[in-house]
């Protein structure tokens, strides 16, 4: 199975220009940003296997990425294809999550967690000691995940300006021609 990068950033840069196709139709701008959260997985997924030089060739798995000669060679600007990936990924797998608040549902189910660790490992089962516990942990973590959920906001808030997007979805689809040409 070849999963070629060159068609990810197409199909990533087309699904950042939903401002533009937001002006034709509106369902039609929601189904595609529907489909963008999909495409960004994959895309962040790609550029870490990418950026980890992972060997999916023994999964049965080919990405079908030129060598660094070959993208210099084309265009001094196509090594910078990965840096547009992860960015690209990020902007789409963002889009429908950024108002979720999800600091406070990953806290909850940690304290929990935290809570059978301690009844389990530890064998306490005093109400007193696993509210402790509970609560010690909820608060930890609630207060690390909200910065963590914050600066992510932020760069969700960045990456989901019109112009932002529009240029990105630019530079995805030229990026994954000039690779295709190659």
Known sequence: MIL???YMLIAGGLAALTPLIGRISKGLSKFVSFLGFFVGIAVIAVSVVLALDLNLARFGLELGVPTGSQLTTRSPWLQYFLPVMVILGTLLFSRPIRN????SLVSLGLGVLGVYGV??????????????????????AYAILRFVEDVFDFVATFLALPPV???????GVYFGILILSI
């Open 4 to 6: 070629p990068v060159a």
């Open 165 to 171: 997007e529009i240029i990105l979805g630019i530079v």
């Open 119 to 140: 009844r389990v490992l530890l064998g306490v089962g005093t109400t007193v000691v696993l509210g402790v516990v509970f609560l010690i942990i909820t608060v930890l």
């Open 100 to 103: 979720a608040r999800w600091a």
